[in-house]
């Protein structure tokens, strides 16, 4: 994982159940991704990133016409899927998303450092394409909120 911190990324051990648990993040802030090996032996990384929607996006979400909505969701999907992501909205069954999970699986064995870039920038990016999209059609919220 030395790679990350070679980029200049800040690289934090979060405190948790699995046997590896890393946030990386730009030194500016910005997206946080996390990779985690769930146990000792496991095989492969997660690559993941969840992205809240602000309660703004929520809310413009619910003042859209079903149809219009459905659509925007449509098209946040396949953008996601296109980038080569595995990707879920909770809670599940919603109309409305509260968090949007992206994330890609690495295999360890035979994985290179390069295979382990790519997979976060799939899915960095993935996520920033979400964070865009609902920016991009609602607008942003006002400052002294938590964005995405």
Avoid at 59 to 65: E, G
Avoid at 91 to 120: C, G, K, W
Wanted: proline share 6%; hydrophobic share 40%.
């Amino acid at each position: 994982m030395s790679i990350f911190k070679a980029l200049g990324l800040n690289v934090t051990e979060a405190k948790s159940s699995e046997y590896l648990h890393l946030t990386v993040s730009p030194p500016q802030g910005g997206p946080t991704l996390d990779v985690v090996k769930p146990e000792r032996d496991s095989k492969f990384y997660v690559l993941g990133m969840a992205i809240s929607v602000h309660q703004f996006h929520q809310q413009q979400l619910r003042f859209l016409k079903e149809e219009d909505r459905r659509r925007f969701l449509s098209k946040l999907r396949y953008a996601l899927l296109k980038m080569g992501v595995d990707m879920a909205f909770t809670p599940p069954n919603e109309e409305i998303p509260q968090v949007i999970f992206v994330s890609r699986v690495v295999y360890e064995e035979e994985s290179t450092p390069n295979d382990l870039l790519h997979a976060m920038y799939k899915v960095r990016n993935a996520g920033t394409i979400a964070i865009f999209m609902f920016a991009d059609r609602f607008g942003t919220p006002q400052l002294g909120s938590t964005f995405m």
